[in-house]
């Protein structure tokens, strides 16, 4: 069975800076999906980036970007220029490229933001 | 954002009885799942659907059942209440294979739904 595992229960930055949380996971499949979701205090889930196994090129959304180690099993997210409106809990998720469509998650990183 | 909410928004009910949230969607995705959120364990899958009546367990469903008699509306139902159930309980829908929708690709979830279960 797939996991997915973030070893960072709390992380913080400082507005303005740089922070990356961390995410692993053991899969023995070659094809498969990852995601980061964002959940604000409102409780709301929200896709920050998403990438597909088969691509080598690491995906990015503005200030978002991923490092995607496909060997070592790795899918850190870089935040840069951290805004205060990023502090949330960070969740790494595992989709199966097979059919059963399950997603997997870690169990999240809480960001803080200091300004 | 594709169409999906979720009922009653919070619950409190007592332990014993029998609880069923539902998950509503108007975009005719194929999968529905449920999820709990607990501190410390993120979130774990409950049960899901990959259509009507065609349901299966996730590595949580010890004292859960679901239904799906339609393709819009996946219940979840605790039988029989526990202490142990309480949590944040959260429906999504997968927009993976819908290829009508590229700018949708991923999953959506519902806003949750709060369950204290005294």
């Known amino acids: 069975a797939q996991t997915v595992t973030q070893s960072q229960p709390e992380m913080s930055v400082q507005e303005a800076e740089t922070v990356t949380l961390s995410c692993t996971y053991d899969?023995?499949?070659?094809?498969?999906?990852l995601f980061w979701y964002k959940q604000p205090p409102s409780r709301q889930m929200i896709l920050v980036i998403r990438q597909e196994a088969y691509k080598q090129q690491n995906a990015t959304e503005n200030r978002f970007s991923v490092n995607f180690q496909k060997a070592a099993k790795s899918f850190s997210l870089k935040i840069s220029d951290s805004q205060l409106g990023d502090a949330a809990m960070y969740f790494c998720a595992y989709r199966s490229g097979e059919n059963t469509d399950k997603l997997i998650f870690g169990t999240g990183t809480r960001l803080q933001v200091f300004p | 954002d594709a169409g999906i909410t979720q009922s009653p928004r919070h619950k409190v009910t007592e332990t014993g009885t029998p609880v069923t949230l539902r998950c509503h969607q108007t975009e005719n995705h194929r999968y529905m799942y449920w999820y709990r959120q607990d501190p410390g364990h993120g979130l774990r899958l409950i049960h899901y659907?990959?259509?009507?009546?065609?349901?299966d367990k996730g590595e949580v469903s010890d004292g859960y059942s679901v239904s799906r008699s339609k393709t819009e509306d996946f219940l979840l139902t605790l039988e029989s209440a526990t202490s142990s159930q309480t949590s944040v309980y959260f429906c999504?829908?997968?927009?993976?294979?819908?290829?009508?929708?590229?700018?949708?690709?991923?999953?959506?979830f519902g806003s949750g739904t709060r369950l204290t279960v005294v």
């Open positions: 659907s990959y259509g009507v009546k065609d349901t």
């Open positions: 899969t023995s499949e070659s094809d498969y999906y």
């Open positions: 999504a829908i997968s927009t993976l294979r819908d290829r009508e929708t590229p700018t949708n690709y991923g999953y959506t």
